[in-house]
C-alpha cells in the first residue's frame, strides 16, 4: 500500500450544537450502481466527552476512485491498495486506489457533530446489504469509538452494538453511471467538485465561451470553473495569465459577488505528498510568461457561495493585481466532471 497525506488549511468548519443520532451513519439518499456519489459520513460524538481527533473510514470493495473532500482544520491521509476485483470506470480497468480514509489532527468536540465527505463510483455493491463502511473514532491518546460491526444479509444493522454506517444502494437497474452528481447528502458537505477533478487536465472541462481580456500587459484567457452538487460549500476557478511586459506583477486578489470570499490556493506534490496552502502573498506572473491556474494547481478558491454553480451559467469575477490594477471577468460553468 502507498499513503498520501493531504493537509488543508482552509478556515471554516461546519458544526452544529446538536446531535439528533447516536451512530455514525450516512445522510446519503439511496445511490444506484454505477453511480458517482459524495458519501457524507455524520459523526455525532466524541468519545466518552473527549473530543474526536482522528476519523478512520475503511472503503468497502466495490467504492473506487475515491477522493476526500478537504476539510477545514483537518489533514487527510490516503492509503491507496488493491482491489479485490477489476471494475470499469468509462472504459478503462480499475483493479487498485483509496481504500481508506483518514481525517487526522483535527478537533471535534463531543457536545458538536460533524460531516466527512468522500467522492467516489460505488461500482458493485448488493442492494440488501447496501456497503458498509467500517468507521473508527480516535479521541486523545488512547479513547476510541468503532463503527465496525457488519450486518448480514437480512440482518438489521441497528441489532448490531456498534454498527458500521451503510450507504443504502437502490435495487434499480440499468442506472446512468453519472446518475450520483446531483444528488448530494441533504444537509451535509457534498462533493468538492472543485478538487474531485484536480487530475483532469484543464481543457478537458475548459466549457469555451470565455472572452479573452486584456489589462495593460495582461492578457487573461481560457477562463472557467465547474458545476457544483447542490450544498457542496466550496468552488474553484481557473484562467491563464499572459504577462506580455517587460515587468513582473502578481495577482493579489480576487473577489466575486457569488461567493463570500475568493482565496488564492495551490496544490502541489512535496516528497510524495499532496499539499493544498493558501497563498496570501498573491500568485507572481513573471514577465514574458504564462502563469496557468488549474485543476490540480493554482487557483481560484469560492467560500461561501450561496447558490452551487451550475452548468451552463456564470461566475463574475474581479481580479486585482499588483501593478495592472483591476479586471472584471466572466468564468463560463462547465459539467463538474470532465470525463
Given at each position: ?16 450544537t446538536?446531535a ?47 477522493k476526500?473532500q ?52 460505488v ?66 458537505h ?5 478538487h474531485?477533478?484536480h ?23 481560457g ?29 493579489i ?44 494547481g ?42
Amino acid at each position: 500500500m502507498k499513503t498520501m497525506l493531504i493537509a488543508t488549511t482552509a478556515l471554516a468548519a461546519l458544526v452544529s450544537t446538536s446531535a439528533a443520532f447516536a451512530h455514525a451513519s450516512f445522510a446519503n439518499p439511496p445511490t444506484a450502481v454505477g453511480a458517482y456519489v459524495a458519501a457524507t459520513l455524520q459523526v455525532p460524538h466524541g468519545c466518552d466527552g473527549m473530543a474526536t481527533n482522528e476519523v478512520q473510514i475503511k472503503l468497502p470493495e466495490g467504492f473506487i476512485s475515491a477522493k476526500p473532500q478537504p476539510k477545514a482544520g483537518w489533514e487527510i491521509e490516503v492509503i491507496s491498495g488493491d482491489y479485490q476485483n477489476s471494475y470499469d470506470n468509462h472504459g478503462e480497468a480499475v483493479t487498485s486506489g483509496p481504500v481508506e480514509i483518514r481525517f487526522k489532527n483535527g478537533n471535534l468536540p463531543d457536545e458538536f457533530y460533524d460531516t466527512f465527505t468522500i467522492y467516489g463510483k460505488v461500482a458493485a455493491a448488493d442492494p440488501e446489504t447496501g456497503l458498509a463502511f467500517p468507521t473508527v473514532q480516535l479521541c486523545g491518546t488512547d479513547a476510541t469509538v468503532a463503527w465496525t460491526d457488519i450486518a448480514a444479509a437480512g440482518q438489521d444493522p441497528h441489532d448490531l452494538k456498534s454498527p458500521a454506517p451503510v450507504l443504502k444502494i437502490t435495487a434499480a437497474a440499468g442506472a446512468d453511471e453519472h446518475a450520483g452528481h446531483g444528488a448530494p447528502a441533504s444537509g451535509g458537505h457534498a462533493g468538492h467538485a472543485a478538487h474531485a477533478g484536480h487530475g483532469d487536465h484543464a481543457a478537458a472541462v475548459n466549457p469555451g465561451g470565455f472572452d479573452t481580456v486584456t489589462l495593460g500587459d495582461l492578457e487573461l484567457s481560457g477562463g472557467f470553473t465547474k458545476a457544483m452538487l447542490p450544498g457542496q460549500p466550496v468552488g474553484g476557478g481557473f484562467i491563464t495569465i499572459t504577462n506580455k511586459g517587460g515587468e513582473d506583477d502578481v495577482l493579489i486578489s480576487a473577489t466575486s459577488p457569488n461567493a463570500g470570499e475568493v482565496q488564492l490556493h495551490e496544490m502541489a506534490m512535496v516528497n510524495d505528498v499532496m499539499k493544498m496552502r493558501q497563498l496570501p502573498d498573491g500568485i507572481k506572473v513573471p514577465a514574458g510568461q504564462s502563469v496557468e491556474l488549474k485543476p490540480g494547481g493554482l487557483h481560484l478558491m469560492f467560500f461561501k457561495v450561496s447558490e452551487p454553480f451550475r452548468d451552463g451559467a456564470t461566475v463574475p469575477v474581479t481580479l486585482t493585481f499588483q501593478k495592472a490594477g483591476s479586471v472584471d471577468v466572466v468564468l463560463p460553468i462547465g459539467p463538474a466532471r470532465s470525463n
